[in-house]
């Protein structure tokens, strides 16, 4: 697309530059996990959350529920720690990609 700047000046001035866009729809934004493993009590846990259809880095935080102990997930999205009580844990992710664009995701995480 080429852009004219005019003044109102006497003489009007102008100048004149080319750009190029991309439009990107926060509709198709996904985290591509759709299931998280189960874990084990005691034992080490890593998953990687992944997402999809917008414009990385993507960052991922829990916005509903709860992880079991010991479990934290990175901004950069993995899931990383040593579980210390077992029970279905309810979570809700959410993805943000460096536009803004978010999603969620609801997962049951079974420790």
Do not use: H, K, Q
Request: net charge negative; charged share 10%.
């Amino acid at each position: 697309m080429t852009v004219t700047a005019t003044d109102d000046g006497l003489p009007p001035l102008s100048a004149d530059d080319v750009f190029s866009f991309v439009v990107v729809g926060c509709s198709t934004l996904a985290i591509t996990n759709s299931t998280l493993p189960s874990a084990t009590e005691g034992a080490a846990y890593n998953v990687i959350l992944d997402a999809r259809n917008s414009i990385a880095p993507y960052s991922f935080a829990v916005t509903g529920g709860g992880l079991p102990g010991n479990l934290d997930l990175a901004s950069g999205g993995s899931l990383t720690g040593i579980p210390t009580n077992s029970g279905d844990f309810p979570v809700t992710i959410t993805a943000t990609s460096s536009e803004g664009c978010t999603v969620s995701s609801n997962y049951v995480l079974r420790v």
